[in-house]
């Protein structure tokens, strides 16, 4: 008695293949987001003049540590989730590839992880320099900074919905190997 049944061939049942197609997506979605974060911050500075023409101050993002920590953390995660597309790929054509979901689940934690801490870290800097504290001085600097303040709590929000997406891609990848 032979079975030739989806799992038998090797093929992907059609609530696996849909979770692995669902997972491909919320790849793609979670580069954007953080490849976007990163280079927006990336680029984000702004020059104002000081008395006269000649005396100015600039602000970079890699003028804060924790924004150039933002910036490296964003890019490794992007670059780590531009790699994984392949194995996303492999899960929608073979069922029995427990082994990669495994390791896909591991990364992705970290890598959530990695995401977390950059983005909290610069979410604090950028919290300071919108609100100051006056206890270590730190003056508010967003009020003569305000299109780089802007622009930079913008990249949060990318950064912010690619550690949705892969808190959603680590429950995704629970959920298909609890199926098997």
Known sequence: ????????????????RGIAILDFFLRIIAIIGTLAGAIAMATTNQT???????????AKFNDLPSLAFFVVASSIVSAYLILSLPLSVLHTVKA?????????????????????????????????????????????????????????????????????????????SGVSLSRR
Not at 99 to 106: A, C, P, W
């Open 1 to 16: 008695m032979m079975k030739v049944g989806a799992m038998q061939l090797g093929v992907a049942p059609p609530a696996n």
């Open 48 to 58: 104002l003049p000081f008395f006269a023409q000649f005396i100015r101050f600039r």
């Open 96 to 172: 029995n590839a427990i082994n990669s979901r495994v390791l896909l689940l591991f990364l992705d934690t970290a890598a959530m992880g990695l995401l977390m801490a950059g983005s909290s870290a610069a979410a604090a800097i950028v919290q300071l320099a919108h609100d100051s504290n006056n206890k270590v001085n730190w003056f508010a600097i967003c009020q003569q900074y305000n299109s780089f303040c802007k622009r930079v709590s913008r990249s949060l929000i990318g950064s912010y919905a690619g550690v949705v997406v892969l808190i959603l891609l680590i429950l995704l």
